[in-house]
């Protein structure tokens, strides 16, 4: 059964949800509009409105509304979760407000799976509770989407682990009180069992940051989100190993999917603002005599984005509520990977059409398309490239093809009609007969 109906308490939920986002958190993205911003506690004024906001969250009984309830949330699933998801989407701040930002979301997900009782109680129960951050410190400056490239290693000294090498774009490792980190203990296995994961805390000995990486136009004397690391004889305990030794690439596997279903959820809420933020523009600014919404392009570029943000939509409910059945993980996979191209790809054609018939503004730093434009750039890379996910779609599409015989394709027409023709015992001169 298909049902898209939603209950109605569930629905006064949402409105609180919309009605909130609307009048404080969007307020947050205006006073502290950099990408890094929410992670950022150095910002004493909006560490205070967080915590408050935060607050309010957890009164209502929205906070991590991603997680089950063994996790401490409200166990709505994912289909459910998406609703909350798209809303928040519409702000950078919304998931630290609302306990579900990457990439702690993901790392919690690890932990609860693959976390002993002593990690989950020094890292999962704080982590969870929005008292620290985390970090994922996987892609290498040598080595991105094929995770074969990377060479920073881990090896056994008695009862610790040393690890040394380089790691970038480990998002908010910088405002983290821990790393989880990606590195090679098994160099002579299968490339795919050469890795490990550990946990790292932040302020051990040898964690050296290079540089603190922001994105596109933020100044490099500002923070950036993103840092280059160098981990340089960094010594961690045995049991600092977070997971099975060589099944690193299992569990960061197991991270990403939720993590990429999350960030589509997100890019609906984006793309539906930048949808309003051209309806509105379309009834209000004036060109030759008339608004804009009586062009006809500028008609069109709203229904071509209204029409592609519903299919998308569509797409991650459907992916969604994959995620929420047991015993569906191969269609969840394949449909995960339509999802992530989909979401840079409908991002990319809205945000930048809306941006377009903002004119001068639309390209002026005082509109904030810049930022929704980034988010573009970072749905296509980040968690892997789009190319990496098509080559996944087109292989489980090209799995079931048969290879046909002979010169010719079943569809061809003279083919396909002398075998249907032989199957009903007819020729070319009997099978227009009129009686
Ligand atoms: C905003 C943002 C946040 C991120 N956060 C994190 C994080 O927290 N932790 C972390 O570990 N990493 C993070 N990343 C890194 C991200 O996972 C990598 O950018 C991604 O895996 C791609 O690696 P790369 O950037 O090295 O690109 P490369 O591997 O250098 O690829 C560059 C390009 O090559 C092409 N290409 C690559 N492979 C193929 C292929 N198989 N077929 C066809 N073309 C291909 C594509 O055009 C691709 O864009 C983040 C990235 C961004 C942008």
Same mark, same amino acid.
């Given at each position: 059964?298909?049902?898209?109906?939603?209950?109605?308490?569930?629905?006064?939920?949402?409105? !609180?949800?919309?009605?909130?986002?609307?009048?404080?958190?969007?307020?947050?993205?205006?006073? !502290?509009?950099?990408?890094?911003?929410? $992670?950022?506690? +150095?910002?004493?004024?909006?560490?205070?409105?967080? %915590?408050?906001?935060?607050?309010?969250?957890?009164?209502? @009984?929205?906070?991590?509304?991603?997680?089950?309830?063994?996790?401490?949330?409200?166990?709505?699933? &994912?289909?459910?979760?998406?609703?909350?998801?798209?809303?928040?989407?519409?702000?950078?701040?919304?998931?630290?407000? #609302?306990?579900?930002?990457?990439?702690?979301? @993901?790392?919690?997900?690890?932990?609860?799976?693959?976390?002993?009782?002593?990690?989950?109680?020094?890292?999962?129960?704080?982590?969870?509770?929005?008292?620290?951050?985390?970090?994922?410190?996987?892609?290498?400056?040598?080595?991105?989407?094929?995770?074969?490239? #990377?060479?920073?290693?881990?090896?056994? *000294?008695?009862?610790?682990?040393?690890?040394?090498?380089?790691?970038?774009?480990?998002? /908010? %490792?910088?405002?983290?009180?821990?790393?989880?980190?990606?590195?090679?203990?098994?160099?002579?296995?299968?490339?795919?069992?050469?890795?490990?994961?550990?946990?790292?805390?932040? %302020?051990?000995?040898?964690?050296?940051?290079?540089?603190?990486?922001?994105?596109?136009?933020?100044? =490099?004397?500002?923070?950036?989100? =993103?840092?280059?690391?160098?981990?340089?004889?960094?010594?961690?305990?045995?049991?600092?190993?977070?997971?099975?030794?060589?099944?690193? #690439?299992?569990?960061?596997? +197991?991270?990403?999917?939720?993590?990429?279903?999350? /960030?589509?959820?997100?890019?609906?809420?984006?793309? &539906?603002?930048?949808?309003?933020?051209?309806?509105?523009?379309?009834?209000?600014?004036?060109?030759?005599?008339?608004?804009?919404?009586?062009?006809?392009?500028?008609?069109?570029?709203?229904?071509?984005?209204?029409?592609?943000? =519903?299919?998308?939509?569509?797409?991650?409910? $459907?992916?969604?509520?994959?995620?929420? &059945?047991? @015993?569906?993980?191969?269609?969840?996979?394949?449909?995960?990977?339509?999802?992530?191209?989909?979401?840079? *790809?409908?991002?990319?054609?809205?945000?930048?059409?809306?941006?377009?018939? $903002?004119?001068?503004?639309?390209?002026?730093?005082?509109?904030?398309?810049?930022?929704?434009?980034?988010?573009?750039?970072?749905?296509?890379?980040?968690?892997?490239?789009?190319?990496?996910?098509?080559?996944?779609?087109?292989?489980?599409?090209?799995?079931?093809?048969?290879?046909?015989? @002979?010169?010719?394709?079943?569809? /061809?027409?003279?083919?396909?009609? %002398?075998?249907?023709?032989?199957?009903?015992?007819?020729?070319?001169?009997?099978?227009?007969?009129?009686?």
């Amino acid at each position: 059964m298909i049902d898209f109906e939603l209950e109605d308490e569930f629905r006064k939920k949402l409105d !609180w949800v919309r009605t909130f986002v609307d009048e404080k958190v969007e307020k947050l993205d205006v006073l !502290w509009p950099s990408p890094a911003s929410p $992670h950022d506690k +150095s910002l004493v004024e909006a560490r205070k409105i967080l %915590a408050s906001l935060q607050r309010e969250v957890k009164d209502r @009984g929205l906070w991590a509304a991603h997680l089950d309830r063994e996790l401490g949330g409200p166990g709505y699933g &994912q289909v459910k979760y998406l609703h909350i998801a798209e809303i928040l989407g519409r702000t950078n701040w919304g998931s630290v407000v #609302f306990g579900c930002q990457a990439p702690d979301s @993901g790392n919690s997900e690890i932990l609860a799976r693959y976390g002993t009782q002593e990690q989950k109680e020094r890292y999962l129960a704080p982590l969870l509770d929005g008292e620290i951050y985390s970090a994922f410190s996987m892609t290498e400056p040598e080595g991105g989407s094929d995770p074969r490239y #990377f060479t920073c290693s881990a090896e056994k *000294d008695g009862d610790e682990y040393v690890i040394n090498g380089e790691k970038w774009f480990s998002s /908010h %490792a910088n405002y983290s009180e821990f790393l989880i980190v990606m590195a090679v203990t098994d160099p002579d296995a299968d490339p795919y069992e050469r890795a490990s994961m550990f946990i790292v805390p932040t %302020a051990t000995p040898g964690v050296e940051f290079v540089r603190e990486t922001g994105v596109f136009t933020e100044s =490099h004397d500002e923070r950036g989100g =993103h840092p280059y690391i160098r981990y340089d004889n960094v010594r961690v305990p045995a049991s600092a190993m977070l997971g099975p030794r060589g099944r690193g #690439f299992e569990v960061a596997q +197991s991270r990403l999917g939720g993590g990429r279903i999350h /960030h589509a959820m997100r890019t609906i809420g984006l793309c &539906q603002k930048a949808i309003d933020m051209m309806a509105d523009r379309a009834v209000s600014r004036k060109t030759s005599g008339v608004l804009i919404k009586e062009k006809q392009s500028v008609q069109f570029d709203i229904a071509d984005s209204q029409i592609a943000l =519903h299919q998308f939509r569509l797409m991650v409910l $459907h992916c969604a509520w994959l995620a929420d &059945q047991a @015993g569906r993980e191969r269609e969840l996979r394949a449909a995960i990977s339509m999802i992530k191209v989909a979401s840079a *790809d409908v991002a990319e054609k809205i945000i930048w059409r809306a941006m377009h018939m $903002h004119g001068s503004l639309g390209v002026s730093n005082e509109m904030p398309f810049a930022h929704m434009l980034f988010m573009t750039g970072m749905l296509g890379l980040a968690d892997g490239p789009t190319e990496v996910h098509k080559v996944s779609v087109a292989r489980r599409v090209l799995r079931n093809a048969t290879p046909h015989e @002979g010169f010719f394709p079943p569809q /061809h027409l003279p083919t396909a009609r %002398a075998i249907a023709l032989e199957e009903f015992g007819l020729t070319e001169e009997t099978v227009n007969r009129r009686g």
